[in-house]
């Protein structure tokens, strides 16, 4: 799973769902949830920050360092977020089942 989160571009963002389906585990969104949320533990370099729900909410934000911290990396990479939701996600959204083909 992680091998797929290190693929998606700067700027770009995708979904637990679409990580879950790209595994071949659609009902496995939340799983894919659980293990973002732990995955500074085991390597830094996955860029969490761009995996937000299915609607482009930052619904964990919660698990980094301050409650901003997600917002504030998107941000830093051009992505534009309004009320802890991604504007224009449907543009920013990477869909690995497409893009690692």
Known sequence: MYEIVVKI???????????????????SSILVGYAMNDSHKFRPDIPAHRVVNRNGLLTGKHH???ESS???LLEAEGILVKED???????????PVIELI
């Open 70 to 72: 997600m917002q504030a």
């Open 9 to 27: 571009p700067f700027g770009r963002v995708t979904s637990y769902g679409a990580i879950a389906k790209a595994l071949g585990a659609v009902n």
């Open 85 to 95: 939701k991604i504007i224009a996600f449907q543009e920013l959204f990477w869909d």
């Open 64 to 66: 980094f360092s301050t």
